[in-house]
């Protein structure tokens, strides 16, 4: 019984133990930011990898997304008459939660995923502390650039996803089922509201991109050096990233249309 | 011992981790322009010793001064400052992996100094031509046997010309020729550039054949130090233990346990 309660003690312990540490290091990290500014060539390399890489699998899911959503949108919506408010559907659903949700999913799996992995055998190799003794911050020279890169990349990317869940729902929903191809963009126009639905989809998104970032980050840099310890990581940054995503996007979603 | 000839100074150094003492009290000197090298049995920590002086971890108790500065106090960029004037080479070379040779040579001069592309092509080359190694500028770490890494990344603690270069357990797992090598190529540099050395290592042939001055640790202390022919004819149990390399003395052959008639008879 006392055992117990100590393993929890001790788990309990361990837990505020490393929020502290990934604490200190999100502060550690935004204090690296302006030394990242002044050498731009640091992030454009990380946007490549981060970004640049991760754009097929974000444009082809959300081609599918939206395909899927014009679909099942019209089925549901021609039955009281009103496919051509398909448009407005497939646009809001994608601008207010799937565009930004699944892409940070996506974003996680892919390259949350990969950053937590490269940072992590750089700990495992002596990498990193090589660079603290040549008198280089890894904090500032490695991770810096990378979360800066998911932030900046993680908006853009949600964007495309939306832009072309659009096209896909009209590719079905006009190209394949006859909806009104000017009702299909017109009431969408005349819908979706640049401040109510565009800009709460963006904050959304830029709030997923640092947290998303920074969860990979951290795991990598706070990994237990062997291989086994990086696969755990790796495995940590997907599932508590995706569970983060996923509450924050609640508690963002009641503040903004709540 | 003249006072300003000493590069690092150790005092009453106390060091633990997950509760098992690791330095109880180390106090050791290190002269400027030799080579000292530091042995003990594995586990005793010597790597530790290194991570403390370079600051990368910081002790629970004592001082560690180097070239008059004491680390364990020192800010951020005064760490890094002296950093610079500190090389360091780690076991397995931990080059970084995404960039060729040259440019894991490059990369602490491009990092620290404004100088142009091409001095320090000539910088990088010069660095290369010291170890030997050339004509491998274009390969990639992965490409590279362990010596030679360990070789590459030798050029590149000398990149900044530092004051002192820190190895760490250098001749582990080379083929006699590398050892030979990297044994040549640490006293070499040393006396050439005029730097100071230290040498963590356990193996004694090797790194006798090149130490002005050998520290022995043990159980978290100095259990003797003194040139070679000091401790080959050391009084000390120890010394003489580890420098023979006897399986049994002071550092007993079997680990702690209850006694063996006992243990039979339990089961």
Known sequence: MINQIQS???????????????HILLLDLLKGIPS??????????????????????IVVSGFFVGMVMGLQGYNTLVDFGAEESLGVMVALSLVRELGPVVTALLFAGRAGSALTAEIGLMKATEQLSAM??????????????????????????????????VLGGFFVGVGLLGVDDGAYWSQMQASVDVYDDIYNGVIKSLVFGLVVTWIAVFEGYDAIPTSEGVSRATTRTVVHSSLAVLGLDFILTALMFG | MEENNTLVKVRNLKFARG?????????????????????????????????????????MEGTIEVDGEEVTTLRHRQLYELRKRMGMLFQNGALLTDLSVFDN???????HTNLSEELIRTLVIMKLQAVGL??????????????????????????????????????????????????????????????????????????????????LLSGGKVVAGGTVDDLANSDSEWAQQFMKGKPDGPVPFHFQAQPYVSDLKIG
């Open chain 1, 8 to 22: 929890l003690g001790r788990s309990a312990l361990d837990f505020f133990e490393r929020l502290g540490r990934g």
């Open chain 1, 36 to 57: 990242v500014v002044v050498r731009p060539v640091l992030i454009i390399q990380q946007l490549y990898s981060v970004g640049v890489l991760s754009l097929i699998i």
């Open chain 1, 132 to 165: 603290e003794m040549m008198a280089v911050d890894p904090i500032r020279r490695v991770l810096a650039p990378r979360f800066l890169a998911g932030f900046i990349s993680m908006p853009l990317l949600a964007a495309m996803f939306s832009a072309v869940g």
């Open chain 2, 19 to 59: 509760g098992r003492m690791i330095f109880d009290g180390v106090n050791l000197d290190i002269q400027r322009g030799k080579v000292t090298v530091i042995m003990g049995p594995s586990g005793t920590g010597k790597t530790t010793l290194l991570r403390l002086i370079g600051r990368q971890i910081k002790p």
């Open chain 2, 105 to 111: 040579i490059a990369y602490p001069l491009r990092e």
């Open chain 2, 134 to 215: 050339r004509g491998a500028r274009d390969l990639m770490p992965a490409e590279l046997s362990g010596g030679m890494s360990r070789r590459v990344a030798l050029a590149r603690a000398i990149a900044l010309d530092p004051m002192m270069i820190m190895y760490d357990e250098p001749f582990t797992g080379q083929d006699p020729i590398s050892m030979g090598v990297l044994v040549r190529l640490i006293r070499n540099l040393n006396d050439a550039l005029g730097l100071t050395s230290v040498v963590v290592s356990h193996d004694i042939e090797e790194a006798s054949s090149i130490a002005d001055y050998i520290y």
